[in-house]
């Protein structure tokens, strides 16, 4: 439970606080001054007795009062190099001059947090308002939003309150993640773009979450450091946080379906898994599993504080399509992250594509044959219709020469076997396939272009495959066998324990050399026994690739005729075929659907959304492949996508919120200074005031060390005042805290009128230290 | 009454090369010559002067009437001009002139810019004025004293007298400046306005009742004693219808308090010692300073007498110059015109 506090003074470099020391300068000085006294004798001591008898008592208290304010000059500047600050509920700087303020308002899904009530998002549009609302005549205002897509709602500086307060209310709230260097970014580019010429201010009202203002790579950290510092340069950066210390939220952070292909009749598990960010034990939290809003199962789960724990449903589906599952948490503080959605395609069969590249008129002596063999033993053999499953897997067969002429979009996996070349356009579309969430293997072969591969493929670590191809390693008399597999991949777990599969048996006599540069972010699913890299895989897009660097029939190895081949086969085509039966997203990513024609034009699509609004969607461009892309994916749930064609084929896209928002925990002061912010300059946040907007509003870290400086700079002015006439320098001592005021209050007259009045000050003492004092009183007196 | 207007001449005389300075004279021996120094260098600039001094026999000219003494007719300017003018001579009186000088430790008082002590500064201008009356053949007497009337010489016209006149006055030369030292290791003394006698009211009111003949009175003191008791005493030598000139000798310091470091400041005469920051009491300093020297001057104005303000870092001939005429102030004191 937070303590409101009004009132907060620090100092944002307490150790320079030595110089107060200085202090004692002005007595240390007084002292030893004391005891230097120049000795003269004196004739006409009447006059000097009767003038320090009616000035001793003023001299005395001028003295005394011009060592305290030297004393207090030091102090002041010994403070200001210190720079303190004062935070307050109840103050907030103002200028007289026009401000121009460029709002940054969170609408990530952790706003959505409830506290007491009411939503932080509703604090932080409260703060916002009230910003807005006490703006003066000539303020302007930028508004940009914190999400996965930052939006500047008010792009151009707008000099109407009415209008930003109406955005402000419009700027619709998304589940999105906060993308806050992407943001900060679009804010430096807004307050460039801007043409402000008086005082320029930025205002981040956030919930500070740390997943999204603590970044985990230290340079991307480091990297909004320096932008924000870049920011604190353009205008005087305030910060108004409206979330509180800890909020207790679990949510549904993933659900998945096994095994990936889901076939009709077959059981497939969903495995979600809950996690607890809260210090308090989760305990008989509901879990739900539904299909359509219907409840088809529910469990309980205790979840331990800041932990995992995990839930299996087990279903299966007789009707093959789409279908949207919905994984269910009772409700708590955040509710958008308690709901986890599933689209899985059930599957009568697979179609797979397999390239050969070596074609051979005889049975088993091209490239893709074992392969083929693999995938349709059954259909080969004619089995009795009570050992056909229910889904089948549909392999082609097509020459490399037929390459360029195919639709990759009818097949989910494409095996490529020593296929010896790839032209641009084959190239492109392969990557366009596997982004939609195709499959694809690759297998080496006597035929395969090492070099070429490493271009075509590698496409400098952003390709289908970012691999170096080095040569091609023969075994010689020992052959090579693979290593032990990994039990935790789910291409390898059949075999994980298991020699008798005989994959760790077959012997491999050649294989290509691949080097995974550090940067790569393709990894090995299975080596050698010496290490080498015998599987690789490698996300892209929505879909998968997979090398087999082993050829892929029995020319480089007996692998193609041992037992284990088949089944690898198998989870080969389950594995990389997973992207294109459940297709998910997270909110704010685009999607991207294929069209059912790539050839045909003027083809168009209907999309119905979470929330039930339908919309026509038509091709991203007019030339083929035909796709659809969907941007605003701002809402979580089950996107359809009902193509426009004879067959009406429907994609099902599950769009989850970012499980990163559900960590409701915020950066504390200490770190917004040190952490995420740097030596940024920044107001200082007042946490307490997230309680209340209308505190929050009224918050403000006041920077001290400009007015402590101006405060010397007067206290200056005063001590040579009084050095030089004791009343005027009194008068002046009490009207320097009106001057202080006055010229906080107007920085650019700050410039101006303590530089004129030293100037008038020093020529008045110029001219009197060239003037007798006599004279002008003996003028006087004459007169 | 509006002050007699200056002289080009006369303002200029400060930046002769010939200007009988104080560091001039200072380099000087023997008060004698210093005396004919200052008479020499003050004659020399009166050949430049229209204005004639109070002892100079004033000559005017006035057109031929008939009747008038022709043995007073101009022949010269007859014989330039064709015209007759006759020439009128003031009739010439012997008198006697009492000096009266200051020597009181106050007196001993310089300042680092001043060549001189007020007393040295008084000695030699009433060694000049002494050696002028007696050029004359008008009569010069001396009268020095503190408290109390220390020394006294008769007036007397004779040449014979500059002698004695003069030895008087060296004898108050003080063979050495008093320091901090010896003030600071004095014994406390009575303060002068606080004397068990009258201070310089008293001194005033002994020479009044010996000097029953009337004559020209010339008083040099730096007066920093109450002016009410220096009027008392002028009031005296006012009642034997004497002429009075108060001859004001002050050091320039103590009229402007120039002192900017913090200063010990030790009494002469035995008034104690002040420690103080000049700056901040020189304001009022200043004004008490003025405001008696104001009271002063026009108390003595009132009297009928003239008072005369000199300052030590004046040249001596000028100062005689303005004593002779009884010019009160000079061209630099002078407010400029508005």
Redesign the interface.
């Given at each position: 439970m937070n303590t409101i506090s009004l009132l907060a003074f620090g100092f944002v470099s307490p150790f320079l606080l030595w110089g107060l020391l200085l202090a004692g300068v002005p007595l240390l000085i007084q002292w030893l001054h004391r005891r230097k006294y120049t000795e003269r004798v004196w004739a006409a001591m009447r006059f000097l007795r009767a003038a320090t008898e009616s000035q001793n008592r003023r001299l005395r208290m001028e003295s005394l009062l011009l060592l305290c304010v030297r004393t207090l000059i030091l102090l002041l500047a010994a403070a200001a190099v210190a720079e303190p600050y004062l935070s307050s509920a109840m103050w907030t700087p103002r200028s007289p001059v026009a401000t121009h303020t460029l709002i940054l308002l969170d609408v990530s899904l952790s706003m959505q947090a409830t506290v007491d009530g009411r939503t932080m998002s509703e604090q932080a549009r409260e703060a916002a308002r009230k910003l807005v609302q006490a703006g003066r005549a000539g303020d302007s205002f930028q508004l940009l939003t914190i999400a996965s897509h930052p939006q500047a709602i008010v792009r151009q500086p707008s000099f109407s309150s009415i209008d930003v307060l109406s955005e402000i209310d419009r700027a619709s709230l998304t589940e999105s993640w906060g993308d806050v260097p992407l943001t900060l970014n679009v804010a430096e580019r807004l307050l460039h773009e801007a043409p402000t010429s008086g005082r320029c201010r930025v205002v981040i009202i956030s919930d500070f979450q740390q997943a999204n203002w603590r970044l985990e790579d230290a340079a991307a950290q480091e990297r909004m450091r320096t932008t924000l510092d870049r920011i604190a340069r353009l205008g005087a950066l305030s910060l108004i946080p409206v979330g509180v210390n800890e909020i207790d939220n679990a949510a549904v952070h993933s659900a998945t379906v096994e095994p990936p292909l889901v076939s009709i009749g077959a059981p497939a598990s969903i495995l979600a898994q809950v996690h607890n960010f809260s210090s308090h034990f989760l305990r008989q939290a509901r879990l739900q599993l539904l299909e359509e809003g219907r409840v088809l199962q529910t469990q309980t789960l205790d979840v331990p504080p800041f932990a995992d724990a995990g839930a299996v449903f087990v279903t299966q589906w007789n009707d093959p399509g789409p279908h949207a599952l919905q994984v269910r948490l009772e409700d708590d503080s955040l509710t958008a992250d308690n709901d986890r959605w599933l689209a899985v395609d059930v599957r009568e069969s697979v179609s797979v594509l397999l390239v050969n590249g070596r074609a051979s008129t005889r049975r088993l002596e091209g490239a893709a044959d074992f392969v083929d063999l693999a995938l349709r033993p059954l259909l080969a053999e004619q089995p009795s219709p009570g050992l056909m499953p229910r889904w089948t897997i549909q392999p082609k067969v097509i020459g490399e020469a037929e390459l360029s002429r195919t639709d990759f979009t009818r097949f989910d996996v494409v095996f490529l076997c020593d296929v010896p070349f790839l032209d641009d356009d084959e190239l492109a579309r392969l990557e366009a396939f596997v982004r939609a969430g195709g499959g694809l293997v690759i297998g080496m072969g006597d035929q395969v272009p090492l070099d070429e591969y490493t271009r075509q493929l590698g496409g400098r670590g952003e390709g289908l495959l970012p691999v170096q191809f080095v040569r091609i390693v023969d075994a010689g008399e020992t052959p090579f066998q693979f290593g032990e597999p990994v039990a935790r991949h789910p291409l390898t777990q059949a075999f994980a324990g298991n020699p008798r599969s005989g994959l760790t048996t077959s012997n491999t006599h050649r294989y290509v050399e691949v080097q995974l540069p550090d940067d790569s972010a393709a990894r090995t699913v299975l080596a050698f026994s010496h290490g080498a890299p015998a599987l690789i895989e490698h996300a892209f897009g929505a879909g998968r690739v997979v090398l087999v660097t082993t050829s892929l029939d029995d020319r480089w190895g007996s692998w193609a005729l041992w037992p284990s081949f088949l089944p690898m086969m198998h989870e080969l085509v389950k594995y990389v075929a997973s992207g294109r039966t459940t297709q998910h997203a997270l909110v704010g990513q685009s999607l991207r659907i294929d069209g059912p024609d790539p050839e045909a034009a003027g083809q168009t699509a209907t999309l119905v959304r979470p929330d039930g609004r339908t919309s026509v969607l038509r091709p991203s461009r007019g030339e083929p492949p035909v796709e659809f892309i969907i941007n605003d994916t701002a809402q979580s749930g089950v996107y359809r996508v009902t193509l426009d064609s004879p067959t009406g084929q429907t994609h099902v896209v599950a769009v989850n919120v970012d499980p990163r928002e559900s960590d409701l925990r915020y950066l504390s002061d200490a770190e917004l200074q040190s952490g995420a912010l740097g030596a940024t300059r920044v107001e200082r946040p007042d946490r307490s005031l997230g309680s209340s907007a209308e505190a929050a509003i009224t918050s403000g870290r006041a920077d001290l060390a400009g007015g402590l400086l101006l405060a010397v700079l007067v206290l200056l002015m005063v001590e040579q005042t009084m050095a030089w006439n004791g009343r005027y320098g009194l008068v002046a001592l009490l009207i320097s805290p009106l001057l202080v005021a006055g010229l906080a209050l107007a920085p650019t007259v700050a410039l101006i009128v303590p530089a004129a009045l030293v100037a008038i000050l020093a020529a008045v003492r110029i001219a009197r230290r060239n003037t007798p004092p006599t004279a002008s009183l003996a003028n006087r007196a004459r007169r | 009454m509006a002050e007699p207007p200056v002289s080009r001449e006369q303002s200029d005389r400060r930046r002769l090369p010939g200007a009988v300075t104080p560091e001039l004279l200072s380099r000087l021996s023997g008060l004698g010559v210093k005396a004919r120094a200052i008479v020499e260098g003050f004659v020399t600039g009166l050949h430049r002067s229209p204005h004639h001094g109070f002892s100079i026999e004033f000559a005017e000219h006035r057109e031929y009437s008939p009747g008038d003494d022709l043995k007073y007719v101009d022949w010269k300017v007859f014989a330039k001009s064709d015209r007759y003018y006759l020439k009128q001579f003031e009739e010439e009186t012997n008198f006697a002139c009492h000096v009266l000088l200051d020597v009181s430790?106050?007196?001993?008082?310089r300042s680092e810019r001043a060549s001189m002590t007020?007393l040295e500064y008084g000695t030699d201008l009433a060694a000049a004025l002494g050696y002028l009356i007696l050029r004359q053949q008008d009569g010069v007497g001396l009268t020095t004293f503190d408290e109390l009337i220390r020394d006294r010489l008769p007036p007397a016209s004779q040449p014979s007298h500059l002698d004695p006149y003069l030895a008087l006055l060296e004898r108050q030369q003080p063979s050495r400046e008093?320091?901090?030292e010896?003030?600071a290791t004095a014994a406390p003394s009575v303060d002068r306005?606080h004397a068990g006698e009258e201070g310089l009211a008293g001194v005033l009111r002994d020479v009044a009742l010996h000097t029953r003949r009337r004559g020209l009175v010339v008083l040099f003191s730096?007066l920093?004693?109450n002016p009410e008791q220096v009027l008392r005493g002028l009031k005296h030598l006012r009642h034997q219808k004497h002429d009075v000139i108060v001859v004001q000798v002050?050091?320039r310091a103590?009229?402007?308090?120039p002192?900017d470091?913090?200063?010990?400041?030790?009494?002469?005469?035995g008034?104690?010692e002040?420690?103080?920051?000049p700056?901040?009491?020189?304001?009022?300093?200043?004004?008490?300073?003025?405001t008696?020297l104001?009271t002063l001057q026009r108390g003595v104005r009132n009297l009928g007498m003239d008072c005369l303000l000199v300052m030590t870092d004046e040249p001596l001939d000028v100062s005689l110059s303005r004593i002779l005429k009884r010019q009160p102030t000079t061209a630099r004191?002078r407010?400029?015109r508005r």
């Open positions: - | 430790d106050s007196m001993r008082y007020k008093l320091s901090v010896d003030v306005p730096d920093f004693e002050i050091d103590e009229r402007e308090f002192f470091e913090p200063t010990q400041f030790f009494g002469l005469e008034t104690g002040r420690r103080l920051e700056r901040g009491i020189r304001e009022a300093y200043c004004r008490e300073f003025e008696a104001r004191e407010p400029a």
